[in-house]
């Protein structure tokens, strides 16, 4: 660590603006501006009021912290409304003008970080422009991964060794190369970049440049989940890994969990406190936690096949319904009764995971809810839908043993899911969820990952230490410059 006349290392941390990548990356700042650093965390004007309440109460607790803010190019890039943020969009065809107006903020970072210098900066690796801002400052990059070890080992063996090309069909398993352990696939499983046909090469060259450019891989992962994943993805790539995780952790009990992502919007702090007050009337682990994210749009028909299959498995249920749009479902509230709790937009799921009443999770296998789930040892049901999602399943299900599959066969294609249909129905819906909630097992297991979550971020532990690694690694690089 630095002397006590060495200034304190000071720090960007920038995330792709969509509730999966700044949240972690919220929880990223305050866990290293916690640990002394000076930290400034780069947010849309929007996405600064929908997540400053954590980071304004840790700056009044003396932390060294802050929300910087930017103003999205939106119509210079033909984007119209004041939408900030990928899950605000009002419809899928907004998202290529969305994207363009992200990247027109390159310019705006770079001369932030000409006017006030930083020690490092922690980028998120879906902007690759941010790991490029400025280069003759020489500051030192970190990529922040968005996602585990495993799944990032999954897809760059992928993007290499294109197994997925040497098989008859969309169903016919094949083995990943190179990892661990045997990990199949089938195409129907995989990310767009990675399928035949696919523009792999582009997606390719930016992992390549991005490898690159960082100075590391700042991970929101623990020991206790994928120990191997880090040694090997560190191993292939060449660059340190910094497991840090779970970073949702660094949330207490208090209101930085209960509106954690909707600080500041009207009703949040009601909402939470309906939602909580709902499960304190339910037995312990009674209750099965449903959310896919704030991406996913499921089709109509697929939407009444959950529905059903909640209903049907006799299992007490809240159901987060991210589509503020989806239509009501009478037919659901009254084949569940008083089990079912639905919840339009949003819902404290950190603490909504760590209540007691919670017995399982129904999730897309986001990996922001994959490392909530585990560090509240909770076992997961399974129901990838795109991008990487499939990977942290295999994950979970396969290597972790703290899940168990919804049945999913196939994904959705991002924007194009009212073509996708059905694709679990509510018998397999049902049977999921009683499987889960029964198996001791199971649930065991979880615990037991839940308990290493924990350890890992306590001092000494292995994300305690990671963190100290990487701060460690920031000074070196200072002091060499200077």
């Known amino acids: 660590m630095w002397s006590s006349d060495e200034a304190a290392p000071r720090m960007y941390f920038i995330p792709f603006p969509t509730p999966g990548h700044a949240l972690p990356m919220s929880d990223l700042a305050r866990l290293f501006a916690s640990r002394g650093a000076d930290a400034t965390l780069v947010l849309t004007h929007a996405n600064a009021a929908r997540l400053g309440g954590p980071v304004a109460r840790a700056a009044a607790s003396g932390l060294r912290i802050r929300v910087h803010a930017l103003r999205l190019p939106a119509e210079a890039a033909g984007l119209t409304g004041g939408h900030e943020s990928a899950d605000d969009l009002p419809t899928r065809e907004d998202a290529g003008p969305f994207a363009v107006a992200v990247d027109l903020l390159a310019p705006l970072f770079a001369d932030l970080l000409r006017r006030h210098p930083a020690d490092a900066v922690v980028f998120d690796g879906v902007l690759p422009w941010a790991a490029t801002a400025a280069p003759e400052l020489g500051i030192p990059r970190y990529?922040?991964?968005?996602?585990?070890?495993?799944?990032?080992?999954?897809?760059?063996?992928?993007?290499?060794?294109?197994?997925?090309?040497?098989?008859?069909?969309?169903?016919?398993?094949?083995?990943?190369?190179?990892?661990?352990?045997?990990?199949?696939?089938?195409?129907?499983?995989?990310?767009?970049?990675?399928?035949?046909?696919?523009?792999?090469r582009e997606f390719m060259n930016r992992m390549f440049d991005i490898e690159r450019a960082t100075a590391g891989w700042v991970v929101n992962s623990f020991a206790g989940l994928e120990e191997r994943y880090m040694e090997h993805y560190e191993k292939d790539t060449g660059k340190p890994v910094f497991a840090v995780g779970p970073v949702c952790l660094v949330n207490g009990d208090g209101d930085d969990v209960l509106e954690r992502g909707r600080g500041g919007e009207t009703g949040a702090a009601a909402e939470a406190a309906r939602v909580l007050g709902?499960?304190?009337?339910?037995?312990?682990?009674?209750?099965?936690?449903?959310?896919?994210?704030?991406?996913?749009?499921?089709?109509?028909?697929?939407?009444?096949?959950?529905?059903?299959?909640?209903?049907?498995?006799?299992?007490?249920?809240?159901?987060?319904?991210?589509?503020?749009?989806?239509?009501?479902?009478?037919?659901?509230?009254?084949?569940?009764?008083?089990?079912?709790?639905?919840?339009?937009?949003?819902?404290?799921?950190?603490?909504?995971?760590?209540h007691a009443a919670v017995g399982a999770f129904l999730t897309h296998c986001g990996w922001g809810a994959v490392t909530e789930?585990?560090?509240?040892?909770?076992?997961?049901?399974?129901?990838?839908?795109?991008a990487e999602q499939f990977?942290?399943?295999?994950?979970?299900?396969?290597?972790?043993?703290?899940?168990?599959?919804a049945g999913a066969e196939r994904g959705y294609v991002w924007g194009g899911e009212e073509l996708g249909g059905v694709v679990v129905g509510r018998e397999k819906v049902a049977e999921r969820v009683r499987a889960a909630m029964s198996d001791e097992g199971l649930r065991r297991r979880a615990g037991e990952v839940g308990e290493r979550a924990r350890r890992a971020v306590e001092v000494g532990g292995s994300s305690y230490k990671a963190a100290g690694a990487l701060l460690d690694d920031v000074l070196r690089r200072r002091r060499h410059e200077g």
């Open 143 to 200: 990529a922040f991964t968005g996602t585990g070890c495993f799944a990032l080992s999954v897809q760059r063996s992928l993007l290499l060794h294109t197994p997925q090309e040497r098989v008859a069909s969309p169903t016919e398993p094949f083995l990943v190369p190179g990892l661990p352990d045997a990990v199949r696939l089938t195409r129907s499983r995989l990310a767009e970049a990675t399928l035949p046909g696919a523009d792999s």
């Open 278 to 354: 709902w499960l304190d009337t339910k037995p312990a682990r009674s209750v099965v936690y449903v959310c896919f994210g704030s991406l996913t749009r499921f089709p109509r028909e697929q939407v009444a096949e959950l529905g059903m299959g909640l209903a049907d498995s006799g299992a007490n249920f809240v159901w987060v319904i991210g589509d503020k749009n989806a239509p009501s479902l009478p037919d659901v509230e009254a084949a569940a009764g008083g089990r079912g709790l639905l919840v339009r937009g949003w819902a404290p799921q950190v603490a909504v995971l760590r």
């Open 373 to 386: 789930a585990a560090s509240a040892g909770v076992p997961v049901v399974a129901w990838p839908v795109f």
């Open 391 to 405: 990977y942290n399943e295999a994950l979970v299900v396969g290597v972790a043993g703290t899940g168990v599959g």
